[in-house]
């Protein structure tokens, strides 16, 4: 009986000592260090009896060129056998607040945080996440390097910055102190001012748990794209656009982006040989007209003195419903008859009418004076003379009502404030004036120290704007004190109007042309947020 139950414990001690083991055979690379479970264990070649079951295995030629297998399975009685290439290295030490938070990079399961492990050298996405608060980071991984980054789970982290330096920024209306500053934020809603100067915007930012970016605000010119256009230029009645004449023809600007949301070009003259010199839009703002003299391919009207283009455009579509070729000395188009009609004049005072949609002719007008300046409004036509006088031209009765000696010298521009209450008159004898539109009667009048070639009122008329002939604009209070000048004009402006009460727009001719848009009588400018 002791001899039976001798045998039973030396053979119980034999199948424990053999039970569930198989060996595990590295070869290659030669002379690596070998780790099973983090632990070292050898060199290479090594061959190593291990228990069955699951291994992380790696190898190193060097503390940053290593090699990881995870998932391993040595089984009872069989040899795995390894193969490993070394990668170049670097640590990655990752830590959150709170910590506990799981590691991931794509769907590999790293680690939690606190957390550091050596990772391939180059650029990494990598996650954490904490019950249902998660973040995502970048991380550039160098070799033989620690790259160290704690992530809070509990706000979000933000760094602020601003070109030029010295600008301002309030968080929730708290003031900055220094920049470049980092901020915690609660998760939600931030609204962010900036300003410089005469230089203010605010946006609104959204931020979560777990963020953290870099915002960089840049105040930079706002130029129109690159697009020659030129004026003269008006405001539509809406004040959503302003509309210009370009090289491939005539632009409607948005004055919420400043881009051309609606461009009018002749179809028969794709390469734009010839520029439009001058435009109307209709009061209800459907329709455009833009006439063209001919000049670059006259030799095929060898037969007409004063070749000239007058198209009519559907807003709406951008198509062109009348288009034809008269042999007549065009300066000036306006509209008439609620659009129905439009109105064609010469220096000279002579012109003719022509229906909006057909493009042909209906009847010969004669103003009786030299024109200088034209300018349509509820189916009249207010026109300004050489010698100074106000002529108001009723499109109803097609008939002059009135003339007016308004100033002793040429009128240069016509222009109509926003509510249509006012008239405002530019003129060569250094005057401006404001005239009541409903009786032509002066309201208001303003000297300057030079010629005007054009002045407008604001919005809310509390301001008028004076361009000069000495390339210089003048921003008067309505009372007459001056605001500001705007001294640094690339070319003289022929037009000038309020796009609101601090932003003035400027256009010279197609001579050189150019149109800048001035805040505050500075040339504009825009903060431009960046997000990393």
Same mark, same amino acid.
């Given at each position: 009986?002791?001899?039976?139950?001798?045998?039973?414990?030396?053979?119980?001690?034999? +199948?424990?000592?053999?039970?569930?083991?198989?060996?595990?055979?590295?070869?290659?690379?030669?002379?690596?260090?070998?780790? &099973?479970?983090?632990?070292?264990?050898?060199?290479?070649?090594?061959?190593?009896?291990?228990?069955?079951?699951?291994?992380?295995? $790696?190898?190193?030629?060097?503390? !940053?060129?290593?090699?990881?297998?995870?998932?391993?399975?040595?089984?009872?009685?069989?040899?795995? $056998?390894?193969?490993?290439?070394?990668?170049?290295?670097?640590?990655?030490?990752?830590?959150?607040?709170?910590?506990?938070?799981?590691?991931?990079?794509?769907?590999?399961?790293?680690?939690?945080?606190?957390?550091?492990?050596?990772?391939?050298?180059?650029?990494?996405?990598?996650?954490?996440?904490?019950?249902?608060?998660?973040?995502?980071?970048?991380?550039?991984?160098?070799?033989?390097?620690?790259?160290?980054?704690?992530?809070?789970?509990?706000?979000?982290?933000?760094?602020? @910055?601003?070109?030029?330096?010295?600008?301002?920024?309030? /968080?929730?209306?708290?003031? *900055?102190?220094?920049?470049?500053?980092?901020?915690?934020?609660?998760?939600? /809603?931030?609204?962010?001012?900036? $300003?410089?100067?005469?230089?203010? @915007?605010?946006?609104?930012?959204?931020?979560?748990?777990?963020?953290?970016?870099?915002?960089?605000?840049?105040?930079?010119?706002?130029?129109?794209?690159?697009?020659?256009?030129?004026?003269?230029?008006?405001?539509?009645?809406?004040?959503?656009?302003?509309?210009?004449?370009?090289?491939?023809?005539?632009? !409607?600007?948005?004055?919420?982006?400043?881009?051309?949301?609606?461009?009018?070009?002749?179809?028969?003259?794709?390469?734009?040989?010839?520029?439009?010199?001058?435009?109307?839009?209709?009061?209800?703002?459907?329709?455009?007209?833009?006439?063209?003299?001919?000049? =670059?391919?006259?030799?095929?009207?060898?037969?007409?003195?004063?070749?000239?283009?007058?198209?009519?455009?559907?807003?709406?579509?951008?198509?062109?419903?009348?288009?034809?070729?008269?042999?007549?000395?065009?300066?000036?188009?306006?509209?008439?008859?609620?659009?129905?009609?439009?109105? *064609? *004049?010469?220096?000279?005072?002579?012109? !003719?009418?022509?229906?909006?949609?057909?493009?042909?002719? &209906?009847?010969?007008?004669?103003?009786?004076?030299?024109?200088?300046?034209?300018?349509?409004?509820?189916?009249?036509?207010?026109?300004?003379?050489?010698?100074?006088?106000?002529?108001?031209?009723?499109?109803?009765?097609?008939?002059?009502?009135?003339?007016?000696?308004?100033?002793?010298?040429?009128?240069?521009?016509?222009?109509?404030?926003?509510?249509?209450?006012?008239?405002?008159?530019?003129?060569? @004898?250094?005057?401006?004036?404001?005239?009541?539109?409903? @009786?032509?009667?002066?309201?208001?009048?303003?000297?300057?120290?030079?010629?005007? =070639?054009? =002045?407008?009122?604001?919005?809310?008329?509390?301001?008028?704007?004076? =361009?000069?002939?000495?390339?210089?604009?003048?921003?008067?209070?309505?009372?007459?004190?001056?605001?500001?000048?705007?001294?640094?004009?690339?070319?003289?402006?022929?037009?000038?109007?309020?796009?609101?009460?601090?932003?003035?727009?400027?256009?010279?001719?197609?001579?050189?042309?150019?149109?800048?848009?001035?805040?505050?009588?500075? +040339?504009?400018?825009?903060?431009?947020?960046?997000?990393?």
């Amino acid at each position: 009986m002791k001899k039976f139950s001798f045998l039973v414990i030396l053979l119980s001690f034999f +199948l424990f000592s053999c039970e569930g083991k198989g060996k595990l055979s590295v070869k290659e690379p030669q002379g690596a260090e070998v780790y &099973v479970n983090g632990k070292p264990v050898g060199k290479t070649p090594l061959e190593i009896e291990l228990k069955e079951g699951s291994y992380t295995v $790696e190898v190193a030629t060097s503390e !940053f060129d290593r090699d990881r297998q995870t998932g391993v399975w040595v089984y009872y009685d069989k040899t795995t $056998e390894l193969s490993f290439k070394p990668r170049p290295k670097g640590i990655l030490e990752a830590n959150t607040i709170p910590q506990g938070a799981v590691v991931m990079e794509g769907r590999n399961y790293l680690g939690k945080t606190p957390f550091k492990d050596y990772l391939d050298v180059g650029k990494h996405l990598i996650v954490f996440k904490l019950g249902n608060v998660g973040a995502s980071r970048k991380v550039v991984i160098e070799y033989g390097k620690t790259t160290s980054l704690t992530v809070n789970l509990e706000k979000a982290v933000i760094h602020f @910055d601003a070109n030029p330096s010295d600008t301002t920024i309030y /968080v929730d209306n708290k003031k *900055l102190d220094s920049l470049p500053k980092t901020v915690e934020l609660d998760e939600g /809603v931030h609204k962010i001012t900036v $300003e410089k100067d005469v230089y203010k @915007d605010t946006f609104t930012l959204k931020w979560k748990k777990g963020d953290e970016y870099t915002v960089k605000y840049t105040l930079k010119d706002v130029q129109l794209p690159p697009v020659q256009a030129y004026g003269p230029i008006t405001i539509t009645k809406d004040y959503k656009r302003f509309v210009s004449l370009g090289k491939a023809g005539i632009y !409607f600007w948005d004055l919420s982006d400043l881009k051309p949301h609606i461009s009018l070009w002749d179809p028969e003259d794709v390469r734009n040989f010839d520029k439009f010199t001058n435009f109307a839009v209709s009061d209800d703002g459907k329709l455009t007209s833009g006439i063209k003299p001919i000049k =670059a391919l006259s030799y095929k009207y060898k037969d007409m003195k004063n070749p000239v283009k007058v198209l009519v455009w559907d807003n709406s579509t951008a198509m062109v419903i009348a288009n034809k070729l008269f042999d007549a000395n065009i300066s000036f188009v306006a509209f008439g008859k609620n659009g129905s009609n439009v109105y *064609l *004049l010469g220096k000279d005072g002579k012109g !003719f009418v022509i229906d909006s949609k057909t493009g042909n002719k &209906v009847k010969d007008v004669s103003i009786g004076d030299s024109i200088s300046s034209v300018k349509s409004y509820s189916n009249k036509i207010y026109i300004g003379t050489e010698s100074g006088k106000l002529i108001l031209y009723d499109t109803s009765s097609d008939s002059i009502v009135s003339t007016n000696p308004v100033h002793s010298g040429r009128i240069n521009d016509i222009q109509i404030s926003k509510d249509g209450k006012y008239l405002i008159t530019a003129s060569n @004898d250094k005057t401006v004036k404001i005239l009541n539109i409903s @009786d032509l009667s002066t309201v208001k009048t303003f000297s300057s120290s030079a010629a005007v =070639a054009s =002045a407008n009122l604001s919005p809310s008329n509390s301001k008028v704007a004076i =361009a000069k002939a000495d390339k210089t604009v003048d921003v008067l209070s309505f009372d007459g004190n001056k605001l500001y000048t705007i001294s640094n004009l690339p070319a003289q402006a022929i037009s000038v109007a309020f796009t609101s009460e601090d932003i003035v727009l400027t256009a010279s001719s197609v001579d050189n042309p150019v149109i800048n848009l001035w805040y505050s009588g500075k +040339l504009l400018r825009k903060w431009v947020q960046t997000i990393e």
